[in-house]
T-cell receptor
Framework: KAGVTQTPRYLIKTRGQQVTLSCSPI?????VSWYQQTPGQGLQFLFE???????NKGNFPGRFSGRQFSNSRSEMNVSTLELGDSALYLC????????????FGNGTRLTVT | AQSVSQHNHHVILSEAASLELGCNYS??????LFWYVQYPGQHLQLLLK??????LVKGIKGFEAEFIKSKFSFNLRKPSVQWSDTAEYFC??????????????FGKGTKLSVKP
């Protein structure tokens, strides 16, 4: 069974630009969650989508947005990039039930210059 | 707000030493508890989880964790570590707030280095 796939693996952007990250969940998984990982803050929850609806959202500004398609693939968009947005962005999928563990992808490393 | 604290940022052990990594959370209600591990160059993967029942749970690769409700703790243990256990370990808690599977709160992680 293929794991969670995130593309691209690396991105370099300039301040003020926008970026779109993609996540393909494990087949059959309807829930996709996004996390930002930085050395200082660790893993911080961005949002979760389940059956194309945002089910939960973390404490990030509105510049961070996402969506989920009917095939459960998800995209995350960050507009007006800031230097502080440099991080590893992780996507995780699950069956979406309370006892379903998250399965993580390898992440997209975003560097903002 | 709910939070998860991992007591040690970096732990260095020799092979065959015993391991205990601390994890405390702040939430007074029912919680689901997890330990994830990230080996060098690999993605995060589930080590073990606790939802209910026996507070001593066993995971993969000989790891176990004990949930102590009165102490709001979920410490990870392994009797004898191996060099291959070198990794970063994350404790995570999911609370009912938000009613979402995705609302998983992570600690900042503990790096474990095992010397051969």
């Amino acid at each position: 069974k293929a794991g969670v796939t995130q593309t691209p693996r690396y991105l370099i952007k300039t301040r003020g630009q926008q970026v779109t990250l993609s996540c393909s969940p494990i087949s059959g998984h309807r829930s996709v969650s996004w996390y930002q990982q930085t050395p200082g803050q660790g893993l911080q929850f961005l949002f979760e989508y389940f059956s194309e609806t945002q089910r939960n959202k973390g404490n990030f500004p509105g510049r961070f947005s996402g969506r989920q398609f009917s095939n459960s693939r998800s995209e995350m968009n960050v507009s007006t990039l800031e230097l502080g947005d440099s991080a590893l962005y992780l996507c995780a999928s699950s069956l979406g039930q309370p006892d379903s563990p998250l399965h993580f992808g390898n992440g997209t490393r975003l560097t903002v210059t | 707000a709910q939070s998860v604290s991992q007591h040690n940022h970096h732990v260095i052990l020799s092979e065959a030493a015993s391991l205990e990594l601390g994890c405390n959370y702040s939430y007074g209600g029912t919680v689901n508890l997890f330990w994830y591990v990230q080996y060098p160059g690999q993605h995060l993967q589930l080590l073990l989880k606790y939802f209910s029942g026996d507070p001593l749970v066993k995971g993969i690769k000989g790891f176990e964790a004990e949930f102590i409700k009165s102490k709001f703790s979920f410490n990870l243990r392994k009797p004898s570590v191996q060099w291959s256990d070198t990794a970063e370990y994350f404790c995570a808690v999911r609370t009912p707030y938000g009613g979402s599977q995705g609302n998983l709160i992570f600690g900042k992680g503990t790096k474990l280095s095992v010397k051969p």
